[in-house]
């Protein structure tokens, strides 16, 4: 299906609703824009394959644009507002863009790029700048003739290096509503369909927000988009609209369960059947503590913008094999040696491959494509696990958060699982540091609750709490304090920023 389909069956019914401010955005309404859009990328002399890119904030606007280039056989790159000027511009130069388009309040980013393609401002002006608003003013409302099905090139962000674009090929089938597998299996699953009112609490630049959302729309739902995710917003958000869906990160359960015990039990959640969460690894105390909260509504997946696989598994699965992401929902899992090659057996912790017929490639980077794939054609996302007897897969950490102290593998996510469960701590990051003798040392960087704890006596709590759970070689020789950890609004840790600031120190 695709939206267009519902404009026609359903002008009015709401596409998208900014939750808060209630602005909505009709089918009828995303229909006709997103026509106006590929009228305007025409005139722009994009064709098919070409590349347009998109720096916004969450705005019911987002959508016209990415409609609009998914009718035009585009490929559009979503690039984070969180980015440096440097990082915007590599992937504008990298990924190949012929036009840009920012939201005017992101006015001071917008000025600072070096790039000299063709830009255009919306929801405001930027000065210099035409406006997307006055240019497709004038333009039909009725389809290009040309029409063709386009697709994301979305990049990582850029949390263990350089942002890489994850390249697929456009869809077989040309048509804008050309049956979907995947997001009609994946859609089944998670008991989604055209009555699902969808809460998407994070940015549309990452991938999951913005495929998941716009999957919602395929099917005829309607998408609360939240500007920017707030703790106790959310839960009054779910209430208000009577939202039966969402999707979260870890991150988001955590700080919903540290709000106070009267702030989360005065709001009416029982609308809600389908709180999904991905993007990494959930903590056993903090999922089991979602589910007594909220009830067996939780469905995890693990996945990457790669798409070479799926692992699923509902609040049933999860209360059987506490710890694990799923069995795989699309691809076959394998857990592999360090060669890539021999498969090793169940319950040994190796990298993570999918053998799938799904085709990616990472945009103009043939060694990291190379890597990421075995003489058999697996894939790998850089992720170490290990499977269960029933299949089901445990995540320990990415290969490159791995620390090496005495010759000793550590992977931070058990540390970190376990120390964000403390009363005092808000956030952590475990990461290693230069030791002399060891290689390395185990360094926890902690987010307090309130900042006025940290020192000696919550450092010392902290250790002990570490003890009761971790053996000693993954207890952390160092415990640091920081106001506020570099998140990007996805939920990702921007680990990479943490450790090379201890390595440059020496």
Known sequence: MHPSVHARANPDKAAVILAETGEVLSYGAL?????????????????????????????????????????????????????????????????GAKLLIVSASLAD??????????????????????????????????????????????????TTGRPKGVRVPLPADPAIDAPNSLVMLSAAAFGLGPDSIYLSPAPLYHAAPLRWSMTIHRLGGTVVLMQKFDAAGALAIVEKYRCTAAQFVPTHFVRMLKLPEAERVRHDLSTMRTAIHAAAPCPIPVKQAMIDWWGPVLYEYYAGSEGNGMTFATSADWLAHKGSVGRALTGIVHIMGDDGESELPVRAEGAVYFESENVFEYHDDPEKTASSRNSRGWTTLGDIGWLDEDGFLYLTDRKSFMIISGGVNIYPQEIENHLITHPKVADVAVVGGPHGEMGEEVIAVIQPHDMADAGDALRGDIDAFARTKLSGVKVPRRIDFLAELPRHDTGKLYKRLLRDAYWAKG
């Open 31 to 95: 229909d006709a824009q997103s026509n106006r859009i590929a009228h305007f990328f025409r005139g722009q002399g994009l064709g098919h394959e070409d590349v347009v890119a998109f720096m916004l904030d969450n705005h019911v606007g987002y959508y016209a644009l990415t409609w609009g280039a998914q009718r035009s056989g585009l490929r559009y790159v979503c690039i984070s507002s969180r980015l440096t000027q440097d990082e915007t511009d590599y992937i504008l130069e990298n990924s």
């Open 109 to 158: 980013a917008a000025l600072a790029l070096q790039s000299k393609i063709p830009h255009f401002a919306t929801g405001g002006n930027i000065s210099g700048w035409p406006t997307l608003e006055g240019a497709i003013a004038d333009l039909p409302v009725t389809p290009i003739d040309d029409e063709r099905a386009g697709v994301d090139m979305l990049y990582s962000s850029g």
